[in-house]
């Protein structure tokens, strides 16, 4: 008999800007917590694009939420 101990789902993506990544999204399903990051691979687009950046990472952290919640 299958006995299923634990189950992650893991997520991934990006804010774009002119086809240049200026940031990268991850996050883990652990079944029971969700865990973020980010981190920022070009400083100087994420100082002129914050904004967007911080809007794309509000976006992806609700899509994450929403998925785990099923």
Do not use: P, Q, T
């Not at 002119?18 to 865990?35: C, Q, T």
């Not at 980010?38 to 911080?54: A, G, H, Q, R, T």
């Amino acid at each position: 008999m299958l006995r299923m101990d634990s189950k992650n789902i893991n997520f991934n993506g990006s804010s774009v800007i002119d086809d240049v990544a200026v940031a990268n999204f991850g996050a883990n399903h652990d079944g029971n917590n969700v865990y973020f990051n980010m981190s920022v691979s070009n400083i100087e687009l994420y100082k002129e694009y914050k904004s967007s950046v911080e809007v794309d990472f509000s976006e992806f952290c609700n899509e994450v939420l929403a998925a785990a919640a099923k």
